[in-house]
């Protein structure tokens, strides 16, 4: 059965910016901050590795089992370990062929930079896509071939769009602390972060303080 997602503070990982510090050790500490949904991104790692990464933080997140993993791009690895779903970027597979693979329980998840993105998101079968992650918002060094910045208003242009279809929406790209409230306000379901936690010197006081900026602002 298709199981509940919270996508108030969705972490995105990044295994350099985490470092000296694990992967899981962050999770552990984002999630115990707040962080509600997390999905393992190491575009570097092989696939073994991605593989052993992501049962790691599996088993940091098994204790909070409402908090989702997601796995970016490796259907494989999603298939292999039970993730709750995958994420997928306008270069990956498509998200039919994700759901194909995956089944309808699963959660998947496409990035959308442009109307012309949700336009397409949009034209495939109802229960296809469960989200898109509305990206960059802004420039960010985390990312830099991440494409033209949607900026609160082209975020919210799309918010509103994805939301009168049904799908839930994301933001992510820039988000951090100091302007996760007017992100929030554009919208959108949850905000997604990178470097504000994994680069955050204590990843759950980060967390914590991104929970408090988007109180009462994004459907808890
Ligand atoms: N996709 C679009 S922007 C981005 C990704 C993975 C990186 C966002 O990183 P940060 O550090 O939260 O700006
Ligand atoms: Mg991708």
């Excluded at 509940?4 to 694990?22: E, G, H, I, N, W």
């Excluded at 993105?117 to 896509?129: E, F």
């Excluded at 989200?131 to 960010?140: E, F």
Aim: aromatic share 2%.
């Amino acid at each position: 059965m298709r199981r509940a997602f919270d996508p108030t503070l969705y972490l995105v990982t990044d295994t350099a910016l985490c470092a000296p510090r694990s992967v899981p050790a962050v999770v552990a500490a984002a999630v115990a901050g707040g962080v509600t949904a997390v999905q393992v991104r190491d575009k570097t790692a092989s696939r073994r590795d991605l593989l052993a990464l992501t049962r790691a933080v599996q088993e940091v997140l098994a204790p909070t089992p409402q908090v989702r993993l997601v796995v970016n791009d490796a259907v494989d690895v999603a298939l292999l370990t039970g993730a709750d779903g995958v994420h997928v970027g306008q270069d990956d597979l498509p998200a039919d062929e994700v759901r194909g693979l995956l089944g309808p329980d699963a959660l998947v998840g496409v990035s959308v930079g442009s109307a012309a993105d949700l336009d397409a998101v949009l034209a495939l079968p109802p229960g296809t896509v469960d989200l898109v992650g509305l990206s960059p918002v802004w420039a960010t060094p985390t990312k830099p071939d991440a494409g033209a910045a949607l900026g609160l208003a082209g975020t919210r242009e799309l918010a509103t769009r994805a939301r009168a279809a049904g799908l839930t929406s994301v933001a992510i790209g820039g988000v951090h602390a100091a302007n996760a409230a007017a992100v929030a306000a554009t919208g959108v379901d949850g905000v997604c972060v990178v470097s504000d936690v994994c680069a955050a010197a204590d990843p759950a006081a980060a967390a914590r303080t991104l929970r408090g900026a988007l109180a009462g602002r994004v459907p808890a």
